[in-house]
């Protein structure tokens, strides 16, 4: 089959390669101009910051094989860094949480998504913008910000939808049965703060869940392996905060969350690099059951983070992967 999956996160290049190694002829189309979605690197003078997804655990048979072939590949590699609780500046253990293994991509997490996109067709810069029925296939509405009108891509015979579920409800409104279920499903967005030092901030902990703050997550973006040295640190505002201060001008919020992060850790050194992140869809706030929806008679099958795919929870990379990999399964 000619297929098109939309959207080049770990969900949609899982089952766009795992497709295409079943003899497909796929075709991925992604709105940002790199891939790997949330699992994204900011590239700054200073070097890249990991702004996205942090870390990755793996729980299940299949997603712990794929790791392990992620690390003879060296694309991964562990992360032991100290991890505490953090209250205005006091630091405590993090008890239980540190028993897990965490992996992160090498030499940085955006690097990940390319090597799963490489041998794979993928049009960058393109967001996929409506889809309509053509004869026994799909047509695609495509968007690319350097022409101002749509063009159409396809006929394809099925569609792959591997994106954040409320903008995944919006393209599946010519699929009621599909865009009634997935409608059910919303993400919720985090502001995150990325910061750069000249000098030590003399932290002993390398990454902190924060108590009683704007923040929820900070990390020395320097101490996972492979990075470029330096005292790079990244902070996550809090879902409730992030949705109260959703439509803020950054600079406000870079303020707000600097300011959190000085109270937070109990130092007052100035960055010297300071940016914010907008990640309007970062979070599942709630789980569908199951892996994925596939619908053989429209063809058009939906994946991504928010499903629970067998995982106690949602909205993590494996989840993504499980869930990309078992639409691929499907649609064979
Ligand atoms: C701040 C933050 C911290 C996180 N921390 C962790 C963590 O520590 N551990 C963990 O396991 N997970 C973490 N996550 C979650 C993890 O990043 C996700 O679970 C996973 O990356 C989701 O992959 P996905 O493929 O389902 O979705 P995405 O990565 O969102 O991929 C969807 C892709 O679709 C593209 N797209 C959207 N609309 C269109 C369109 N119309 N046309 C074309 N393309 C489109 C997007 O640009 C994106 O590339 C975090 C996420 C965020 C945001």
Request: glycine share 10%; with cysteine.
């Given at each position: 089959m000619h297929i098109a999956v939309i959207g080049a996160g770990m969900a949609g290049l899982t089952c766009a390669r795992q497709l295409q190694q079943q003899g497909h002829q796929v075709i991925v189309y992604?709105?940002?101009?790199?891939?790997?979605?949330?699992?994204?690197?900011?590239?700054?003078?200073?070097?890249?910051?990991?702004?996205?997804?942090?870390?990755?655990?793996?729980?299940?048979?299949?997603?712990?094989?794929?790791?392990?072939?992620?690390?003879?590949?060296?694309?991964?590699?562990?992360?032991?860094?100290?991890?505490?609780?953090?209250?205005?500046?006091?630091?405590?253990?993090?008890?239980?949480?540190?028993?897990?293994?965490?992996?992160?991509?090498?030499?940085?997490?955006?690097?990940?998504?390319?090597?799963?996109?490489?041998?794979?067709?993928?049009?960058?810069?393109?967001?996929?913008?409506?889809?309509?029925?053509?004869g026994d296939g799909w047509l695609?509405?495509?968007?690319?910000?350097?022409?101002?009108?749509?063009?159409?891509?396809?006929?394809?015979?099925?569609?792959?939808?591997?994106?954040?579920?409320?903008?995944?409800?919006?393209?599946?409104?010519?699929?009621?049965?599909?865009?009634?279920?997935?409608?059910?499903?919303?993400?919720?967005?985090?502001?995150?703060?990325?910061?750069?030092?000249?000098?030590?901030?003399?932290?002993?902990?390398?990454?902190?869940?924060?108590?009683?703050?704007?923040?929820?997550?900070?990390?020395?973006?320097?101490?996972?392996?492979?990075r470029r040295p330096g005292e790079h640190w990244i902070g996550h505002a809090s879902s409730a905060w992030s949705m109260e201060h959703l439509a803020d001008d950054p600079e406000r919020v870079k303020e707000k969350l600097l300011k959190a992060f000085h109270e937070a850790t109990g130092t007052h050194v100035q960055p010297v690099y300071a940016d914010v992140h907008r990640w309007r869809y970062a979070q599942a706030m709630t789980t569908l059951p199951g892996e994925c929806l596939w619908d053989g008679e429209t063809r058009i099958g939906v994946c991504g983070d928010w499903f629970a795919a067998g995982l106690d929870g949602s909205g993590r990379v494996e989840n993504a992967f499980l869930s990309g990999s078992a639409l691929a399964a499907a649609i064979r």
């Open positions: 992604e709105r940002n101009a790199d891939v790997g979605g949330r699992m994204g690197t900011r590239q700054t003078e200073l070097g890249g910051f990991d702004h996205g997804a942090q870390y990755f655990t793996a729980t299940s048979d299949l997603f712990r094989k794929e790791v392990a072939a992620w690390r003879k590949a060296g694309w991964a590699a562990p992360w032991d860094g100290k991890l505490v609780k953090l209250d205005k500046g006091v630091a405590a253990n993090a008890g239980r949480s540190n028993a897990k293994q965490r992996m992160v991509a090498v030499p940085s997490m955006g690097a990940l998504g390319r090597h799963l996109a490489d041998g794979l067709e993928v049009r960058c810069e393109q967001s996929v913008t409506g889809m309509e029925r053509h695609l509405s495509v968007q690319c910000d350097s022409v101002p009108i749509a063009a159409t891509a396809g006929p394809f015979d099925a569609v792959v939808l591997a994106l954040p579920a409320d903008i995944a409800a919006r393209l599946l409104q010519p699929v009621s049965s599909l865009a009634g279920q997935v409608g059910q499903e919303h993400l919720e967005p985090c502001w995150a703060l990325i910061l750069g030092f000249e000098q030590s901030l003399d932290l002993d902990y390398d990454g902190a869940w924060v108590e009683g703050s704007r923040l929820k997550w900070i990390a020395r973006d320097a101490s996972k392996p492979l």
